[in-house]
């Protein structure tokens, strides 16, 4: 018997995200003990940037509802995660949430290699923005085993199961959970590391801005096609998240420490600040 944890990002009850979520964590096989936790229910405040948290043993000391979330994540064998396309991005608790994994970026072994599928959805053709690739950070910042990820078209709560297709990938996914065999489909032109299709531009070259993946467009006669040269130490790998969670996040803490009064100084002239309005 397998633990399998669906991470719904939605607040509509009978929503897309819900009833997909349950479509893949009962495709993932029979006799599995099911968990779904709505995010929006949860209490997980604002991070305050307050950068206690940084030492490996420290844990961040907001007391809210991200303990219980990491708790069930630490004891399943899987990991759903569902978000809906809100403004051309994931809901906006995706993000609260992540906001939170400064705590967790050199902590994160207890997530480590989870298998783990994501899914968006979304109601208006066009219309997914960078939903997908910034909804699987959270997968990606956990250290889960991220397998496969699909969009799904649908505005009514329950419409994407109208279309046999989405069930059946949806289907798939699930299927693909426990399933060491299973191999994903890359899309055209997408991240090879992070498999995000959002890039920047810096002349020919390109920038993956999830992992930091860089590459070139390449011209060949009439048709061009991106190149990618991806790197082991990138964003995400355990030397990547070394470098940026213990050795420049600590760096930056302790120049702030070691500077305080200059910056205290810096700061003077907008101390005595009267602007600021607030509701009654
Ligand atoms: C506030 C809000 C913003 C939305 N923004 C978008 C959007 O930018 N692009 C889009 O395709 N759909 C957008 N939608 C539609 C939802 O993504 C779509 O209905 C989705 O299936 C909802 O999933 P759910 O039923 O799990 O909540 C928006 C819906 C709401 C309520």
């Not at 403004?87 to 298998?115: A, M, T, W």
């Amino acid at each position: 018997m397998k633990r399998i944890l669906g991470i719904v990002a939605s607040p509509r009850i009978l929503g897309n995200c819900e009833i997909l979520t349950r479509v893949i964590m009962d495709a993932a096989g029979s006799n599995n003990k099911m968990e779904m936790i709505r995010l929006t229910n949860l209490d997980i405040k604002g991070c305050r940037a307050c950068y206690t948290c940084l030492p490996k043993e420290v844990p961040c000391v907001i007391e809210d509802d991200l303990n219980f979330l990491l708790d069930k994540i630490c004891v399943s064998d899987a990991v759903v995660i569902a978000a809906p396309c809100y403004i051309l991005g994931p809901h906006s608790c995706i993000k609260k949430l992540q906001d939170r994994f400064v705590s967790i970026g050199n902590k994160y072994e207890q997530f480590s290699g989870k298998p783990c599928v994501t899914l968006t959805t979304y109601g208006a053709p066009g219309w997914e923005g960078y939903t997908e690739p910034a909804l699987n950070l959270t997968a990606r910042f956990l250290n889960l085993n991220m397998v496969d990820s699909a969009v799904f078209l649908g505005a009514h709560p329950g419409e994407v199961i109208e279309s046999p297709d989405n069930l059946k990938r949806a289907r798939q996914l699930g299927r693909a959970l426990f399933d060491p065999g299973y191999e994903r489909t890359a899309k055209a032109n997408e991240c090879p590391v992070c498999w995000s299709n959002i890039l920047k531009y810096e002349g020919k070259n390109i920038i993956c801005p999830f992992c930091g993946t860089r590459g070139e467009i390449k011209v060949e006669g009439e048709k061009a096609r991106l190149v990618f040269y991806p790197k082991s130490d990138h964003r995400f790998s355990e030397e990547g998240r070394r470098r940026h969670f213990d050795a420049f996040l600590n760096g930056k803490k302790q120049e702030f420490l070691n500077k305080r009064q200059y910056y205290k100084k810096l700061q003077s002239p907008y101390r005595n600040n009267l602007y600021w309005v607030t509701p009654d």
